[in-house]
Every structure is written in C-alpha cells, then in structure tokens.
C-alpha cells in the first residue's frame, strides 16, 4: 500500500469527537502517499487537533465579544433619572372651573367639580380645593371638610400631583347629605351658589348650586365634603 486516505474536518458522522459542536464544518478527504508513514499520520492528527482548538477559541472569543456587547449595549434604550421641574401651581385665571355630573342616592347628594387648563402653559394642582356653599340670603358655610373618597368616588390611593398641560383637566367631587340629621326637623335652606378656590390658589370662582340629576340645589343638611383633585379617569 503505497498511498493512504484520511478525513479532514468532521460533520454531523464524527462521533469520534468529544463534542459535537465542531462537528458544523464540511467534510473532506485528502490523500497523503505512504512514504510519510507512521509520521506523516501523527502530523496530520496533529495538525487537525490544533484547527479544532484553535475553531474552539475563536468561537469562545466570539461568543464573549457578543455578550460583551450584549452587556454594554442594552436592546431597549434607557432614560437618565433626573429631578423633573414641577409646573407652577394653575392660578385660578387659567383655570375653566365648572360641575360637569350630579347625582343623588341614598340620602347622599353631590356632583363633580371639573379644572380645566385653558391658558397656553402647563400648571400643576396638588390637594383639595375649596369649597364653600353659599345660601340666597348670602350665608355662607364653612369650607368643605377634605376627604380622600365619597359615595360618587374618587376611589384612589395617595394624593397625586398633576400637571395640566393646555385643554387638559383633572377632576374633584364633593357631596353632601339631603335628609335632616338627628335633632333636624328639616334642612336649612340650601346652597343657590358655590364658591370653589382651586388647591394652591386664592381667588375664588362662584358657579350655580344647582344640581340638574338631583332637580335641586346642594343641600345644606350636614357639611360638604370634597376629594382631592384626580385624573378624570379616576371618577366614576
């Protein structure tokens, strides 16, 4: 036998490999004559080993040049933490202040109270507005106790500061009670007005007392009680 045949390289049939992962490259045949012998198979083992090694490290390096850049460089892009600049407290002025909703249910009587910004910047409302009723004679009622909740909601956690931005609104609901309470043989006379001062601000707004699902004014039987200002999505 003058000339001998050896497989170069290894495919998915060299189970004489200790892993398989280097079996992905194509397998070929090479001819050596046999006047090499005994040495000239030894260097060619040789010299296959070392390919294997060195395909083994130049897929680690790879590997951890793609993890390295997996690390440093995120898939999603990502925003510095920084102290946001809180808008200026909305001033009453730029402020639309009206009740949009009303209603009226076991004894509870009330409405919502909308804050709409219609000047051209952004302005932030923080905590409970005020609200005091005001009969036909001019009596006026002390402020409305500040609650975190009513019958008519909000049913939220927490105090939240928000900003309006232009023709943005957030929202508050008050609500009162219109059956005398013990010791009342009757209601005193309810309120024809609400004067209502935005939280952060000074200068109030009177709008009507009327309250058109009720088909009457806000009654005046016990003290108003009114939320803090929320998301519109937040009222019911």
Same mark, same amino acid.
């Not at 049939?13 to 198979?41: K, V």
């Not at 260097?43 to 395909?55: K, Q």
């Not at 004014?217 to 009222?235: G, H, K, L, N």
């Given at each position: $036998?003058?000339?001998?045949?050896?497989?170069?390289?290894?495919?998915?049939?060299?189970?004489?490999?200790?892993?398989?992962?280097?079996?992905?490259?194509?397998?070929?045949?090479?001819?050596?004559? $046999?006047?090499?012998?005994?040495?000239?198979?030894?260097?060619?083992?040789?010299?296959?080993?070392?390919?294997?090694?060195?395909?083994?490290?130049?897929?680690?390096?790879?590997?951890?040049?793609?993890?390295?850049?997996?690390?440093?460089?995120?898939?999603?892009?990502?925003?510095?933490?920084?102290?946001?600049?809180?808008?200026?407290?909305?001033?009453?002025?730029?402020?639309?202040?009206?009740?949009?909703?009303?209603?009226?249910? =076991?004894?509870?009587?009330?409405?919502?109270?909308?804050?709409?910004?219609?000047?051209?910047?952004?302005?932030?409302?923080?905590?409970?507005?005020?609200?005091?009723?005001?009969?036909?004679?001019?009596?006026?009622?002390?402020?409305?106790?500040?609650?975190?909740?009513? $019958?008519?909601?909000?049913?939220?956690?927490?105090?939240?500061?928000?900003?309006?931005?232009?023709?943005?609104? =957030?929202?508050?609901?008050?609500?009162?009670?219109?059956?005398?309470?013990?010791?009342?043989?009757?209601?005193?006379?309810?309120?024809?007005?609400?004067?209502?001062?935005?939280?952060?601000?000074?200068? =109030?707004?009177?709008?009507?007392?009327?309250?058109?699902? =009720?088909?009457?004014?806000?009654?005046?039987?016990?003290?108003?009680?009114?939320? $803090?200002?929320?998301?519109?999505?937040?009222?019911?």
């Amino acid at each position: $036998m003058d000339s001998y045949w050896i497989k170069v390289g290894a495919g998915p049939e060299c189970p004489w490999l200790t892993s398989r992962r280097y079996c992905r490259y194509n397998i070929r045949w090479r001819h050596y004559p $046999m006047r090499y012998g005994i040495w000239g198979i030894t260097l060619t083992m040789a010299a296959l080993s070392a390919c294997v090694t060195a395909s083994h490290q130049t897929t680690n390096t790879a590997s951890s040049a793609k993890a390295s850049k997996a690390i440093s460089s995120p898939a999603f892009p990502t925003k510095t933490a920084a102290s946001p600049r809180l808008a200026t407290a909305c001033k009453t002025s730029a402020l639309q202040i009206t009740i949009v909703h009303t209603g009226v249910a =076991a004894g509870t009587i009330g409405g919502v109270i909308r804050f709409a910004n219609h000047s051209a910047s952004s302005c932030s409302l923080h905590g409970w507005p005020t609200v005091i009723g005001v009969t036909a004679s001019g009596v006026r009622s002390v402020p409305a106790a500040h609650v975190h909740s009513t $019958m008519f909601g909000p049913f939220v956690h927490g105090v939240p500061t928000l900003t309006l931005k232009p023709r943005q609104a =957030a929202e508050a609901v008050f609500t009162g009670t219109d059956n005398p309470t013990q010791g009342q043989r009757a209601c005193p006379p309810p309120y024809r007005f609400l004067q209502i001062i935005p939280p952060g601000s000074k200068s =109030a707004v009177t709008v009507s007392g009327w309250l058109p699902y =009720a088909n009457a004014y806000m009654a005046s039987c016990t003290r108003i009680e009114v939320s $803090m200002v929320v998301p519109r999505t937040d009222v019911p």
